[in-house]
């Protein structure tokens, strides 16, 4: 799986839209752009994935550049229960995707109330 | 449906010791995974397993082995500890082909070799 870069840790205000950047420069063209958090003491938990288009769930949106080497995970308006380590991760389903996932470092988002 | 749960939570073992660790998971998914997370850094995959009957090595499987006799379980063993084996461990699961990749992750269970 290509590479991601994240910044190591961002802060926010509760009640505020987040913005987390994640840059994939060398993504392929069979890659997913996957995210997901995981909050203290606990497992990671899926947040969005995308190919292509600009995504939207109950939880968060994805929008992916025209060139697809840089993609930002939207929080519309955050609450302290979103302060977590967003791990933006490269997926490619070209092997059948039953490998695991690779992690980097991740963003740790910071809320403060 | 409990999702993904591993025991046990917590474990201290002494240098040499062994241990096997359980996952299991309620929702009939193919493939299963074996992750460890070291303080500060992201998951590693050690092992993971595309049926019941099968598993592969990961990025870091030295030291662990696996087996999936059941398909709703997939244990992970550790035959002689060791203090570098110290580590939060995440099992995880996802449906398999043509039904979804998310994965499913676990509690964790926290692993203390002295």
């Known amino acids: 799986d290509a590479k991601t870069t994240q910044p190591n840790s961002m802060e926010s205000n509760e009640e505020e839209p987040v913005h987390l950047p994640c840059n994939h420069s060398?993504?392929?063209?069979?890659?997913?752009i996957h995210w997901y958090r995981q909050l203290p003491s606990q497992g990671p938990e899926y947040v969005i994935h995308g190919l292509t288009s600009n995504v939207n769930n109950r939880m968060a949106s994805l929008a992916i550049a025209e060139d697809r080497k840089s993609s930002t995970l939207i929080l519309h308006r955050a609450t302290l229960r979103d302060a977590a380590v967003y791990y933006c991760?490269?997926?490619?389903?070209?092997?059948?995707?039953?490998?695991?996932?690779?992690f980097g470092k991740g963003t740790h988002l910071i809320i403060q109330p | 449906n409990a999702g993904v749960t591993q025991t046990p939570k917590f474990r201290v073992l002494k240098t040499g010791q062994s241990m096997t660790l359980l996952c299991a998971q309620d929702?009939?998914?193919?493939?299963m995974y074996w992750y460890r997370q070291d303080p500060g850094m992201g998951l590693r995959l050690i092992h993971y397993s595309v049926g019941e009957g099968t598993t592969a090595k990961g990025e870091v499987p030295d030291g662990y082995n696996v087996s999936r006799l059941k398909k709703q379980n997939f244990l992970l063993g550790l035959e002689s500890a060791a203090p570098s084996q110290t580590s939060v461990y995440f099992c995880?699961?996802?449906?398999?082909?043509?039904?979804?990749?998310?994965?499913?992750f676990g509690p964790g269970t926290r692993l203390l070799v002295l």
């Open positions: 991760i490269l997926r490619s389903y070209s092997g059948g995707g039953a490998d695991g996932l690779t």
């Open positions: 995880a699961s996802s449906p398999g082909p043509g039904r979804g990749e998310t994965q499913y």
């Open positions: 060398t993504i392929s063209g069979t890659d997913y």
């Open positions: 929702m009939n998914h193919e493939y």
